[in-house]
């Protein structure tokens, strides 16, 4: 696919200094700059590979001031990470802008399927499932009854919707993700176990992007609900009953125990652990392997386990850096003490 720099600068609504008329075949980082590349330069840091690079157009700020003669086509706007990120997202939406229903391709007679929908070889969709327009189901993807696709949302291989539940408008769902399991839920009964049977639902709300392998049990009753614009990372488990809240994001191996309530604005980083039956306020930061054991209010920084504040944790990681020494010098006071007596 090739571009001219006239053309992406329209898109970007960009200045342009250089040839307008250089063509743009692939894009790459500024220090490994090809012939036909297009990059950017966002962070300080990189600023003097733009002095010798050799990609054709570069995206820079436009109070962007060279100090040294650049051979590469300028693409100016007001944020040229931001700007980068759009373009990279049109030039995706083209290359997966796919459409039609496979013959190879499962679609109960009572199922809704809306228009311009992608529905791949081996896809299954129950009855009474709904499909939105412009949905993209990729290979092996399974919708459960009554389930539902909103309108140009995503699911990739091997995606499995169980019955019942729910993805907004605009989702990206990631190859093996499985929505709408069982919650664990168990009733000790005579030194064995009874299953306590899980008949709410999971909801997914608009724009949200969930990671590879990520599993999100049905509620026991109601729903597991992920809010709008929630990003969650490969590798994460999500509880029955949880609540994950407007805008927070969680990064890989996160587990949050069933019918924890997170607030809106929260970045919990890799492999945190979540107590279940808790509430974490809105814009907290927690860091990775940090451990949650009970209720947060708003706007925290923590880590640790258990979680403290980040200022406290810092504080003991510098006390427990020096406990060797200090137990050095401990048992030299005792066995002078030994002496002495």
């Given at each position: 696919?090739?571009?001219?720099?006239?053309?992406?600068?329209?898109?970007?609504?960009?200045?342009?200094?250089?040839?307008?008329?250089?063509?743009?075949?692939?894009?790459?980082?500024?220090?490994e700059?090809?012939?036909?590349?297009?990059?950017?330069?966002?962070?300080?840091?990189?600023?003097?590979?733009?002095?010798?690079?050799?990609?054709?157009?570069?995206?820079?700020?436009?109070?962007?001031?060279?100090?040294?003669?650049?051979?590469?086509?300028?693409?100016?706007?007001?944020?040229?990470?931001?700007?980068?990120?759009?373009?990279?997202?049109?030039?995706?939406?083209?290359?997966?802008?796919?459409?039609?229903?496979?013959?190879?391709?499962?679609?109960?007679?009572?199922?809704?399927?809306?228009?311009?929908?992608?529905?791949?070889?081996?896809?299954?969709?129950?009855?009474?499932?709904?499909?939105?327009?412009?949905?993209?189901?990729?290979?092996?993807?399974?919708?459960?009854?009554?389930a539902?696709?909103?309108?140009?949302?995503?699911l990739?291989?091997?995606?499995?919707?169980?019955?019942?539940c729910?993805?907004?408008?605009?989702?990206?769902?990631?190859?093996?993700?499985?929505?709408?399991?069982?919650?664990?839920?168990?009733?000790?009964?005579?030194?064995?176990?009874?299953?306590?049977?899980?008949?709410?639902?999971?909801?997914?709300?608009?724009?949200?992007?969930?990671?590879?392998?990520?599993?999100?049990?049905?509620?026991?009753?109601?729903?597991?609900?992920?809010?709008?614009?929630?990003?969650?990372?490969n590798?994460i488990q999500?509880?029955?009953?949880v609540?994950?809240?407007?805008s927070?994001?969680?990064?890989?191996?996160?587990?949050?125990?069933?019918?924890?309530?997170?607030?809106?604005?929260?970045?919990?980083?890799?492999?945190?652990?979540?107590?279940?039956?808790?509430?974490?306020?809105?814009?907290?930061?927690?860091?990775?392997?940090?451990?949650?054991?009970?209720?947060?209010?708003?706007?925290?920084?923590?880590?640790?386990?258990?979680?403290?504040?980040?200022?406290?944790?810092?504080?003991?990681?510098?006390?427990?850096?020096?406990?060797?020494?200090?137990?050095?010098?401990?048992?030299?006071?005792?066995?002078?003490?030994?002496?002495?007596?």
């Amino acid at each position: 696919m090739e571009f001219k720099v006239s053309q992406i600068a329209q898109i970007l609504n960009a200045d342009i200094e250089g040839s307008a008329d250089a063509v743009i075949t692939t894009v790459c980082k500024i220090e490994e700059g090809i012939e036909g590349g297009l990059s950017f330069l966002a962070n300080p840091k990189y600023t003097h590979y733009i002095y010798e690079t050799k990609a054709t157009a570069v995206i820079v700020n436009k109070d962007f001031t060279p100090e040294a003669p650049i051979s590469a086509t300028l693409i100016r706007v007001d944020n040229a990470y931001v700007a980068f990120a759009k373009l990279l997202d049109f030039y995706n939406q083209l290359k997966t802008n796919k459409k039609g229903i496979s013959e190879h391709a499962y679609i109960a007679p009572t199922a809704q399927v809306g228009k311009d929908v992608y529905i791949a070889e081996f896809v299954s969709v129950g009855d009474h499932a709904v499909i939105g327009d412009g949905a993209r189901l990729y290979p092996h993807v399974c919708i459960g009854d009554n389930a539902k696709v909103g309108n140009n949302s995503t699911l990739h291989s091997g995606v499995k919707l169980y019955a019942e539940c729910v993805v907004g408008n605009d989702c990206i769902i990631h190859a093996g993700t499985v929505i709408g399991a069982d919650g664990f839920g168990f009733a000790s009964q005579n030194d064995t176990y009874l299953k306590v049977p899980q008949i709410g639902n999971v909801v997914i709300e608009d724009n949200v992007e969930i990671g590879a392998n990520t599993c999100i049990d049905r509620a026991t009753m109601g729903s597991t609900r992920i809010h709008k614009n929630v990003k969650l990372d490969n590798l994460i488990q999500v509880a029955h009953n949880v609540e994950i809240g407007e805008s927070s994001a969680a990064a890989a191996q996160v587990g949050i125990a069933g019918s924890a309530k997170i607030g809106k604005h929260c970045v919990i980083g890799g492999q945190v652990g979540i107590n279940g039956h808790i509430t974490i306020g809105d814009h907290v930061m927690v860091g990775a392997q940090s451990a949650i054991a009970n209720t947060v209010p708003n706007n925290q920084i923590l880590l640790g386990t258990p979680a403290i504040p980040y200022r406290e944790e810092q504080k003991l990681l510098v006390y427990r850096k020096k406990l060797p020494e200090v137990f050095q010098r401990l048992k030299e006071i005792e066995k002078r003490l030994k002496k002495e007596e």
